[in-house]
């Protein structure tokens, strides 16, 4: 069993319950993760050099920009977003840990099992109100106020998918104990 970087939730999966289909799917989502990772790593890269161009042509040659701010928000709501999975697979989303030493074993993972079903029903709405926004971005064709005006079902399909990736990942952390497999 390898650890480190890539997610130990697929192997913890994959090495209780065989190849079921909550193993497969973990696995799947482990994959999809690391190579988003990489991907917001290059958008974060990008984002950084758009506003460092964008700030340099302002003081340097009073050149006037229309795109850079929005094109570095759209790489950065699509990094924020499109990891979300990856850091939940993790467990390194903030959390108040003030009950971990308090309780028992089993009460911790009773906790920890409540705290994700309600994080899941509450992502679950949320990753519906980003469909429901794409979608009418995209069917309105909505654009945002600026000159360069892109449109807007860009930002939104990002949040939504990484919404989505991250109730999967929930999902599976919910289903992984009740299956009789381990818990990270």
């Not at 429901?132 to 069917?139: D, F, P, S």
Request: aromatic share 10%.
């Amino acid at each position: 069993m390898r650890h480190g970087p890539v997610t130990d939730q697929a192997e913890t999966a994959s090495s209780a319950a065989g190849n079921t289909p909550v193993a497969l799917l973990g696995r799947a989502l482990s994959i999809c993760n690391n190579i988003i990772v990489v991907f917001a790593s290059i958008a974060l890269v990008a984002a950084c050099t758009i506003l460092s161009y964008s700030v340099l042509s302002r003081a340097l040659f009073k050149a006037a920009n229309y795109w850079q701010d929005e094109a570095a928000v759209f790489l950065l709501v699509g990094a924020t977003f499109m990891t979300a999975a990856y850091v939940q697979s993790q467990r390194g989303h903030i959390g108040i840990e003030a009950f971990v030493g308090l309780l028992s074993p089993l009460a911790n993972r009773i906790r920890l099992w409540l705290v994700d079903a309600a994080t899941f029903l509450f992502c679950a709405f949320f990753t519906w109100k980003s469909w429901t926004l794409a979608h009418e971005a995209y069917v309105d064709g909505q654009v945002s106020n600026s000159m360069w005006s892109p449109p807007l079902a860009i930002p939104y399909s990002l949040m939504a998918l990484g919404m989505t990736l991250l109730c999967v990942q929930i999902l599976l952390q919910i289903i992984i104990p009740l299956t009789g497999g381990a818990r990270r």
